[in-house]
């Protein structure tokens, strides 16, 4: 089955990594667009988005 993926935070990677080997295709992920963190206003990726 081909599925579409949305979420951002960390707790949704394991879902994410999960669908491949059940025999699903992830045809396109959805997250929040990166955003600047710490000190130095750095721009970081989503977690869903590394993981992806």
Same mark, same amino acid.
């Given at each position: 089955? /081909?599925?579409v993926?949305?979420?951002t =935070? @960390?707790?949704a990677? =394991?879902?994410l990594r999960a669908l491949p #080997? @059940?025999?699903h295709e992830v045809a396109l992920v959805l997250s929040q667009p990166d955003r #600047?963190?710490?000190r130095g206003r750095q721009v970081e990726a989503t977690p869903v /988005? @590394? @993981?992806a």
């Open positions: 089955m /081909r599925i993926f949305a979420g =935070p @960390a707790f990677v =394991p879902s #080997p @059940a025999g #600047p963190k710490g /988005r @590394a @993981a």
